[in-house]
């Protein structure tokens, strides 16, 4: 069995997201020492003043700073410091992007988040963080698929993976 990585950190954190959003239960934030500005374009605006208590249960605390313009003044505890601000440009362009009105804006902005926040492809885990991952990932609805109906992980038979190696099985 393979498992992508960020397909299912995305499954797991989309699930966490829609079910703190519907609850208004706030994941846990940290404030930034140092708060990162960030120029938005007025579509952008827009859709941080029409989320922004969504946005806070998700652990970003923004406050609007002049025309245009917002602070970041409190991140999701669990997201590094350093991928803060990126992520949050991500999840805007996300939104910006997915403007879906038969979707429900917290499914958007769950799977825009899931999308943005989980762990990239390639970034090498410890054993313990892929057990914590895995044991995440049946604890969800569906850990089968991601909310757009993408395999998470797939099997392959000795045989599969001998014929990816132009090899015989003996």
Known sequence: IMVDQYLAHMRVLFEQASRNLADHTMIASQELLFPELLEVSALQNSIIEDNIDRFLVLGFNIQEFGHLNWQLRGIPAELANHRALQTFEDLLKDLEEDQQPKQDIRLQIALAWARTSAIPRGQVLSYEEMNHLINHL?????????????????????????????????
């Open 138 to 170: 049946f604890l969800t609805d569906n850990p089968y698929k991601t909310p757009q109906g993408k395999n998470i992980f797939i099997r392959l038979t000795l045989e599969e993976i001998l014929q990816k190696f132009n090899k015989e099985s003996t």
